[in-house]
C-alpha cells in the first residue's frame, strides 16, 4: 500500500470526508467537537533557495520554524521521541519547504532506493497541501531518506489516487544531527483561487521507521474521520503567479510495428498529429482537452487469468482521464464490508479494446480504439458547488474486409455536487450518456445508447461522529432486439435463469432498471466505529457501457462493527478487532449468501504483529445463481474458514537493505 492511509494505518478511521472548518476558530472548534486549527505563516523568497538538502540560504535563516510536532502512531498526543523542525518560503512561482528531522543515531536511519512512487519500508517526510483550502481536496508530496519520491492526489477528504504525478524537485542529507529534506513544489502543479492572499491546507509529517513511530504537524487524530479537514494552515501567502490562461502541447508522433495478416508477420508505420490545450475560463474553472491523444508510454496492464463470471477491473494510468477523476467518483455496491470499485463511471471504457473483434474470429490482439479527442471541464467554486463534466470521441476501428470491431463512439460524463451546512452535507447528481454510429457488423451487439442519471446526498452529525448518506440511480439502454437479449443473458444480468422468475423477452429493445442504498456510519470515535448498509439493483440496472458493474439483480444488508485500541500499552502498540455481517439476495428473494467474519489484528512492542480470525460462511439456504452460467441456481454448502498469520519485525532487514 502507498499514500497516506497506508502510512497512517487508518484506513478505516479516513473512511468518510469530514466536516469543513472554514472560519471556525479555536473557541468555535471547541463548540462543535473539533479540536482548535493551528496556523504558520510562509516567508517570501528574494533568492530562491538551492534544492541540495541544506539549509544555508538566506531565507531559511528568516523563516519561522515550526517545533511543536506530536506522536498520533502508536499514541496519539504523545511526546515525539526526536525533534522535528520545518520552516517554509515562497516566491510567485514556487513553495519551499526545508525539513530537519533530528536523530542521535544518524547511522540507523533506515534509506531504502527504490523507483518513483514506490514505497520503501524507510524513514518518511510527508508534505500535505489544500491549496484550494476546501479541506476536502489536496496533495501529497513524500521523500524517504534515500530521496525515493512519492506524489498523490487526494479527494472526498482521505480517499487516494496515487496515480497522480507531478513535477517537483526534492534532495534530502543524511549528517551529523538527523537528516533533511528540501522540498520545491511549483506552484503550477496545484489548484487555487486567484486573489491577491492565499491561505493553503498543510501539514507536515514524519516516519521513524526503526521505531514504529510517527510525528506531524499538526497532529492527526485517528479518533476523527477525514485526512484533509485536519491541516494545518498556511498564511502569509502573497501575489502568487496565476496559472497560464492558455496552454497548447503540439506534437508529431511517429510508429514503427509488426502486424499479423493472413497469417503473416508483416511491418507498418503510423504518422500521427495530435496535441493537449489547457485553458483557463476563471479562477475555479480549468478547460483540459487532447486531440488523437497517444498513451504508448502508459504502464501496461498485468496479466490476469479470470475464470469467474464476473469482468476483470484494471485501474486507469492515462495522463487525461487519472487528472480529476475524484471528482466524478459516484460508487456502486460498495460499503465497509465488500466493495469490487462498481461505479457509474469507468474511464477504461473509453478507447478500449475493440469489443467485436473476438466475436468475428480475431485472435491478434487489437490496438486500442483510436480515441480522436477529448475534453474535460473541473471546476471548484467558493460556494462549495464542485462540477466535472467529460466529454470523448472515439473512432471507428475495423478488421478485416472492413468489418466494425468497434463502432464510432461518443462518450459524455457531468458530476455536480454542493456542499452546505459549513461542509457538513452535501447534495449531488450524475450522468451520463453513451451513444454509438452502428452499423450492420456492430447493431446485433452493442447498444444503440445508453443513459444513466443519479442522485446522492451525505448527512454529518453530532460533533461530525455519525453520517448517513443515500443515493438512487436510473439507468436506461436502447439498442436492437438482438443487442438488448445479449444484455439480458450476459453474465451481469442472467435473465435466461430457468428459477430466476424474470421475464426474458427477445422483443425488447430497452432495458432499464434502477439502484437504491442507504448508509448509516459512525466515522469517528476512540474506539468504537461502525457501518450498516442497504444496497439494491434491479435486475434491469444496467451502466457498463461508461460503468462498471458486476452483477445487477442483487439485495444486500452489511454491518461493519470495529474496535480500535490506538495507545501503546507496555505489551502492545495497537489493537483492532473487526466484526461483519453480510447477506446477500436477489430482487425476488432467493438468498445468495449469508456470512459472518471476526478478525483482530496486534502489533506488539516489537513490531511484530499477531493477525487471526475466520469466516462462517452460508449460513442457512443459500444459492450460487451465477456460475452455472445461466443455468439453475444450485445450494451451497456452509463451511468454517479460519486464518491465522504471525509477521516478523522487518526493521532489522530493512536496515541491513539501507547500508
Keep these: 500500500m502507498t499514500g497516506v492511509i497506508a502510512i497512517l494505518g487508518l484506513a478505516l478511521s479516513l473512511q468518510s470526508p469530514q466536516a469543513v472548518r472554514t472560519n471556525v476558530d479555536s473557541v468555535g472548534a471547541a463548540k462543535v467537537g473539533l479540536p482548535p486549527i493551528v496556523r504558520t505563516v510562509a516567508v517570501r523568497a528574494e533568492k530562491p533557495p538551492v534544492v541540495d538538502g541544506r539549509d544555508d540560504d538566506a531565507v531559511w535563516r528568516t523563516a519561522k520554524v ?29 513553495l519551499y519547504v526545508f525539513v530537519r528531522a533530528f536523530d542521535p543515531h544518524p547511522d540507523s536511519i533506515i534509506r531504502i532506493l527504490e523507483r518513483r512512487d514506490t514505497w520503501t519500508p524507510s524513514d518518511m517526510i510527508w508534505l500535505f497541501v489544500d491549496s484550494f483550502h476546501d479541506h476536502r481536496t489536496g496533495y501529497e508530496f513524500g521523500v524517504n531518506a534515500a530521496g525515493t519520491k512519492m506524489d498523490q492526489a487526494i479527494y472526498d477528504d482521505g480517499n487516494e489516487d496515487n496515480a497522480w504525478d507531478a513535477v517537483w524537485d526534492v534532495a534530502t542529507r543524511i549528517d551529523s544531527l538527523g537528516w533533511t529534506a528540501e522540498f520545491k513544489i511549483p506552484l503550477s502543479q496545484l489548484r487555487y483561487d486567484k486573489t491577491k492572499d492565499h491561505t493553503f491546507g498543510f501539514t507536515v509529517d514524519r516516519d521513524i521507521y526503526r521505531f514504529s513511530e510517527r510525528v506531524s504537524w499538526p497532529l492527526f487524530r485517528q ?3 477525514g485526512l484533509v479537514s485536519q491541516f494545518g494552515e498556511l498564511g502569509g501567502l502573497d501575489d502568487l503567479q496565476s496559472a497560464r490562461p492558455f496552454e497548447a502541447l503540439p506534437y508529431l508522433l511517429t510508429k514503427n510495428s509488426a ?34 491523444p497517444d498513451f504508448g508510454q502508459v504502464e501496461s496492464d498485468p496479466a490476469v487469468l479470470n475464470l469467474s463470471a464476473y469482468e476483470t477491473f484494471f485501474d486507469e494510468r492515462r495522463p487525461f482521464f487519472v487528472a480529476g477523476r475524484g471528482l466524478f467518483n ?5 460499503n465497509q464490508v465488500n466493495c469490487s470499485n462498481e461505479g457509474l463511471y469507468y474511464s477504461r471504457r473509453i478507447g478500449r479494446t475493440p469489443e467485436l473483434a473476438s466475436t468475428y474470429g480475431d485472435t491478434v490482439p487489437e490496438q486500442p480504439t483510436p480515441i480522436v479527442g477529448a475534453a474535460k471541464l473541473l471546476g471548484r467554486f467558493p460556494g462549495g458547488l464542485v462540477i466535472g463534466v467529460l466529454d470523448a470521441a472515439t473512432e471507428r476501428a475495423v478488421g478485416t474486409r472492413d468489418t466494425t470491431y468497434e463502432p464510432a463512439t461518443n462518450y459524455a460524463v457531468v458530476r455536480v455536487r454542493q456542499d452546505m451546512n459549513n461542509g457538513n452535507s452535501s447534495v449531488g447528481g450524475m450522468f451520463t450518456s453513451v451513444n454509438r454510429n452502428l452499423d450492420s457488423w456492430s447493431s446485433p451487439y452493442l447498444a444503440q445508447s445508453a443513459y444513466v442519471g443519479a442522485f446522492d446526498l451525505r448527512h454529518r452529525f453530532l460533533n461530525n461522529q455519525y453520517e448517513v448518506s443515500a443515493s438512487v440511480d436510473e439507468s436506461s439502454v436502447s439498442g436492437s432486439r438482438a443487442a438488448i437479449l445479449g444484455l439480458q443473458t450476459n453474465a451481469v444480468h442472467d435473465y435466461q435463469r430457468p428459477d430466476a422468475g424474470l421475464a426474458l423477452d427477445s422483443n425488447r429493445t430497452m432495458l432499464s432498471g434502477d ?22 439493483r434491479s435486475a434491469g440496472f444496467e451502466i457498463n457501457d461508461v460503468g462498471y458493474l458486476r452483477r445487477a439483480d442483487q439485495t444486500s444488508w452489511s454491518t461493519w462493527v470495529g474496535w480500535f485500541d490506538r495507545r501503546a ?12 455481517w453480510w447477506q446477500y439476495w436477489t430482487t425476488s428473494g432467493l438468498p445468495l449468501e449469508a456470512a459472518y467474519n471476526t478478525n483482530a489484528h496486534i502489533t506488539f512492542k516489537n513490531n511484530a504483529s499477531f493477525n487471526f480470525g475466520g469466516t462462517l460462511g452460508q449460513l442457512g439456504a443459500t444459492y450460487d445463481d451465477r456460475d452455472a ?7 451451497q454448502d456452509s463451511y468454517i474458514s479460519p486464518w491465522a498469520s504471525i509477521s516478523g519485525d522487518d526493521r532489522h532487514a530493512c536496515r541491513r537493505r539501507s547500508m
Design 629 to 635: 452460467r445461466g443455468g439453475p441456481a444450485f445450494r
Design 223 to 225: 479518533s476523527q474521520a
Design 330 to 334: 459516484f460508487g456502486v455496491n460498495c
Design 515 to 536: 439502484a437504491e442504498e442507504f448508509k448509516f456510519d459512525k466515522v469517528g470515535g476512540q474506539h468504537l466505529m461502525f457501518e450498516t448498509a442497504y444496497q439494491r
Design 259 to 292: 502486424k499479423i495478416a493472413n497469417n503473416a508477420y508483416s511491418s507498418g508505420s503510423d504518422i500521427t498529429i495530435g496535441g493537449d490545450v489547457k485553458y483557463r475560463l476563471g479562477p475555479n474553472l480549468t478547460l483540459d482537452a487532447t486531440v488523437n
Design 66 to 94: 515550526i517545533s511543536e510536532f506530536q506522536q498520533w502512531q502508536p499514541t496519539e498526543g504523545a511526546k515525539a521521541r526526536f525533534r522535528t523542525e520545518a520552516k517554509v518560503a515562497y516566491d510567485a512561482a514556487n
Design 569 to 580: 500499552t507496555s505489551w502492545y502498540n495497537r489493537l483492532q478487532w473487526n466484526n461483519n
